[in-house]
């Protein structure tokens, strides 16, 4: 009867005293320059030189096209240092007036620091620009005996598997040598731009700091600004900045360039939006099929804002407050951006579905997640990160970003030592059986879908959020676009409505002061990361918000897990209790939060913010424990 071994399972790894490989079965250690000949027990099809040079020249590739990209990155700082240095000074003469004006103190401080940063920016740049990197002339040579005695070694590892495996920890060693090389090598580089990286970074902040003392002038000289809504103050300060930031590019005065701004963003505010008001034309006459959506949903915003009596910081009202929510790209560039993304998706699903096709590995694992995303969170982001317009050709390095930042694909390699029964024949004529190491090769593939999403909190300041969260509360007022997105039902056709709570609920003073607060954000976008009205809420910061504004619970801003540890458990809940539940996403502990509001519904962030019944299969599954929060 033939014997089964286990399987064995090795792992190289460098230790002071060099290479060695360890049994993860049983521990045990050897040195690899110490193991005996396998000479007799090789295959001749060996495939494992193969795999090492294809994946060498996948690491090659990637290397390449990183170093590509930072030599790319160089040479724009580089060019964009120069071009701000050779630019006249960006230092504002202050009147006395603006100096005693208690509005512009903050203003004129930051502006003139701004300035004296650029200065000294600028004197620090040298007058000669960085030169080319020379390599050592030596290294060519060595490179060459190097690859000679690599391809010797080469033709005997597939006849000796422990010449193989010294081969293998011998190119490990090189491999990290190499990656140690190039760092340094690229933080020489870097080191060497730091001047007019300096200079280009002082230049921004020097312009947006004059750009802000313009935008409080007009503040200050226009009143009209001040009682506009938020949105709109952020869409026309924005614009001022942009104004004013190209003005100086293109070398016009800085006060001639903050001038017009700011009369453009007076009489933006006068005419109720001016040239906005004119976007706004040219957006409803391109799609005069949509008008009677956008009309709806401006009826639908109004009454939502009626109930909402502190949501002017998300909604604003009139045409300022309707453009500053809208797309204002180009229709060509909405669905252009949409369709290079789900181009992107298409390539990497092509990758995965051919990947045994096109790899030669002993054994597959997959596990990945789908490959997916909503449009509409895709066009805000992309509008929030470009000041509402953006053009195909803009958003390319977003788009690859984006996806980078979405699809996390991880490919990982391990081998066993397995065994097989072969039959020999010794000097006399007779055979023999012998069981024969070999290795295999096992490929694990992981596909992570992050949530497009949950993306905009790690790349977005709160100005930007806030846009993001107002152009998803309204899909950018083209539900037209794309209406097979699930968004489009839940924002649209049947936004979120109040719950009518019994009469006698509400004689709990406690109760009523939580649910009258928690009520004014009904309707609010699923925002990932956001704890105020500004950035709109996920389902702790939106618990935790109302909690503290309150004042009955000051939590501070807490997690689902964090609000679940500081609440006592009940079994028999009342309204203001939390309902806490697990699994709703891939993470452990407690994975979402909500408010009891009795008769088996709560209010929560959902996506949008609304009233649930918990009484469905959905959430039945998914429930973990109600808790109540320590009230003052």
Not at 129 to 143: C, D, F, I, M, W
Not at 314 to 321: D, E
Not at 476 to 497: A, H, M, Q
């Amino acid at each position: 009867m033939q014997e089964w071994k286990a399987s064995e399972k090795e792992a190289q790894k460098m230790t002071r005293d060099g290479a060695i490989s360890v049994n993860l079965v049983t521990g045990e250690a050897t040195h690899i320059s110490d193991r005996p000949s396998e000479q007799d027990y090789s295959s001749a099809d060996e495939t494992a030189g193969a795999l090492i040079r294809a994946a060498d020249e996948v690491v090659g590739h990637r290397e390449r096209r990183q170093a590509k990209k930072a030599r790319r990155k160089r040479r724009d700082t580089f060019r964009e240092g120069e071009a701000a240095r050779d630019r006249p000074s960006s230092r504002l003469q202050f009147s006395e007036t603006d100096q005693a004006a208690p509005e512009l103190k903050k203003a004129v401080r930051k502006s003139d620091k701004a300035a004296d940063r650029l200065d000294a920016a600028k004197a620090a740049v040298p007058v000669k620009p960085p030169g080319k990197e020379h390599g050592n002339p030596l290294s060519r040579p060595v490179q060459e005996i190097r690859s000679t005695l690599h391809g010797e070694v080469s033709k005997v590892e597939g006849d000796n598997s422990g010449v193989q495996a010294g081969h293998l920890g011998e190119r490990q060693i090189e491999k990290a040598v190499g990656y140690g090389k190039r760092r340094f090598h690229q933080a020489r580089a870097d080191r060497k731009m730091k001047p007019w990286r300096d200079v280009k970074q002082a230049e921004q902040a020097a312009v947006k700091a004059n750009a802000d003392f313009y935008w409080r002038k007009s503040v200050m000289e226009n009143p009209q600004l001040a009682s506009s809504n938020p949105i709109s103050r952020l869409w026309q300060k924005k614009r001022l900045q942009k104004q004013y930031a190209a003005a100086h590019r293109a070398g016009t005065g800085a006060a001639q360039a903050a001038g017009k701004a700011s009369q453009t963003a007076a009489s933006a505010a006068k005419k109720g939006g001016g040239t906005i008001a004119q976007k706004l034309g040219g957006l409803v006459t391109k799609n005069k099929h949509t008008l009677l959506i956008v009309g709806g949903i401006g009826l639908i915003l109004m009454l939502i804002m009626g109930l909402m009596q502190s949501c002017t910081s998300m909604f604003g009202g009139g045409t300022s407050g309707l453009v500053a929510s809208s797309y204002l790209s180009e229709d060509a560039d909405l669905t252009g951006a949409e369709a290079a993304y789900c181009g992107m998706e298409a390539e990497l699903q092509e990758y995965l579905d051919t990947y045994e096709a096109t790899h030669d590995y002993d054994e597959y694992h997959f596990d990945l997640d789908e490959i997916e995303h909503d449009p509409y969170v895709l066009l805000s982001i992309l509008s929030a990160l470009h000041e509402g317009v953006f053009t195909l050709d803009e958003v390319q390095s977003d788009l690859e970003m984006l996806f980078d930042k979405q699809y996390i694909l991880t490919e990982t390699v391990t081998t066993e030592t397995r065994y097989r029964t072969e039959t020999r024949t010794d000097s006399e004529g007779n055979e023999y059986e012998v069981e024969v190491p070999y290795t295999w090769y096992i490929c694990t593939v992981t596909l992570e879908n992050f949530d497009l999403s949950h993306v905009p909190v790690y790349i977005m300041g709160e100005d930007q959020l806030s846009m993001y969260a107002v152009y998803m509360s309204t899909l950018g007022n083209r539900p037209d676009l794309f209406p097979s997105s699930g968004y489009v039902g839940k924002y649209i056709e049947n936004p979120p409505t109040a719950w009518d709570i019994p009469a006698e609920y509400l004689t709990d003073e406690r109760f009523a002061t939580l649910i009258t607060e928690a009520e004014k954000y009904l309707g609010y976008p699923y925002v990932w990361g956001g704890s105020s009205p500004e950035t709109s809420f996920d389902c702790s910061g939106f618990v935790s918000y109302v909690l503290t504004s309150t004042g009955l619970c000051n939590t501070g801003r807490l997690g689902a897990q964090g609000l679940y540890n500081i609440s006592t458990p009940v079994s028999d809940p009342q309204p203001g209790d939390l309902v806490f539940f697990v699994g709703t996403y891939d993470t452990s502990g407690i994975s979402h939060v909500g408010i009891y509001v009795g008769d088996g519904m709560m209010l929560h962030c959902g996506d949008p913010i609304s009233y649930t019944n918990l009484n469905t299969s959905y959430w039945q599954s998914h429930f973990y424990a109600y808790g109540r929060p320590p009230y003052n």
